[in-house]
């Protein structure tokens, strides 16, 4: 097993355990495609959410509270571990946890996670290895690397539901997610090759400009599926995911082009709108206060009605 020290390296040269789950496409954060443009030096923004922050600022909380749980010594390592046979794939490991002591080897991984409380139902029985498969996938991920044979995963849901569940490593399973890894990387990654677009998102990332210039014609898979689509766009009971695939083929068709058409007729377009434009006022009055001032205009705001106490209204109430 090799080990790096410093955590600060450029990511895009390893696959990470947050990674897998959405190379799997099993991930509610981020999907195959962003995890390339991430590993290929695309411009994508990185993934950032308020539960997200949260979820690392809990791991601290979430760590102690395991610990309180079980009584078992941990230990933080910000050490960035590589796989022996596999130099591309990392793990960055929460905690390990040591049940006999710190002064002998860990026997444990321990990951923390925090939940949604409406996504309880995607939590089985404490104690069992009934998680996410997203989060699973990462444990079995950790397994691989460091060859340690149990995770426990800790998780906080909805801050008052605290929960252990405990995955044992499983060969069969880590040999496929590390088969999906390696294809991924080698086929995608290495060769530059996006992956297939998973989502109408997914088609934004990948075709963010247009040529105005150009028209798709539509062959006869294309028809069926516009066709397809309008049948589902006007009942009222459609099914929202295959709209969403639907729409994701079409895009995927299209790539930069913004019209669709059939012998002469426009059947979809695919184009950004013309952009709005504001004032910044702040910056105007900050930079040229006198054009500001000579320009603003007081806005006409609707009459608020204001009860005042005084000694009469006092002794009314009296």
């Not at 569940?165 to 997610?177: G, T």
């Not at 459609?238 to 995927?252: G, H, P, V």
């Amino acid at each position: 097993m090799l080990m790096n020290h410093d955590f600060t390296q450029d990511r895009t040269k390893y696959l990470g355990g947050s990674d897998i789950g959405a190379i799997l496409g099993l991930s509610p954060f981020k999907s195959p495609l962003a995890v390339w443009m991430e590993k290929t030096g695309k411009d994508v923004k990185p993934v950032d959410s308020l539960p997200l922050r949260f979820g690392s600022f809990a791991e601290e909380f979430v760590a102690n509270e395991y610990a309180k749980a079980t009584g078992f010594a941990l230990r933080h390592d910000e050490s960035i571990y590589i796989h022996p046979a596999h130099s591309y794939i990392s793990a960055h490991i929460d905690r390990f946890v040591h049940t006999d002591g710190l002064d002998q080897p860990a026997t444990k991984i321990l990951e923390c996670k925090t939940a949604n409380p409406f996504s309880r139902t995607q939590w089985g029985e404490v104690g069992s290895d009934q998680v996410p498969m997203s989060y699973l996938c990462q444990c079995i991920w950790y397994m691989a690397i460091t060859r340690i044979t149990k995770t426990d995963l800790a998780v906080l849901i909805g801050n008052t539901d605290f929960r252990i569940y405990c995955i044992a490593r499983d060969r069969e399973l880590e040999n496929l997610v590390l088969e999906k890894a390696h294809h991924f990387w080698h086929e995608y990654v290495l060769k530059d090759l996006p992956p297939p677009a998973q989502s109408p998102d997914d088609c934004q990332l990948l075709f963010e400009r247009s040529d105005p210039a150009k028209t798709l014609e539509a062959n006869p898979e294309t028809l069926a599926l516009l066709a397809r689509l309008q049948t589902l766009n006007q009942q009222g009971n459609a099914c929202d995911e295959e709209i969403t695939a639907l729409k994701t083929q079409i895009m995927a068709q299209m790539q930069d082009a913004e019209v669709l058409a059939h012998q002469g007729q426009i059947l979809a377009t695919w184009k950004a709108p013309k952009p709005s434009f504001r004032l910044d006022a702040k910056r105007l009055e900050m930079e040229e206060r006198a054009i500001y001032e000579k320009y603003k205009v007081a806005s006409q705001v609707s009459r608020r009605f204001v009860l005042k106490e005084t000694a009469q209204t006092r002794n009314a109430t009296l």
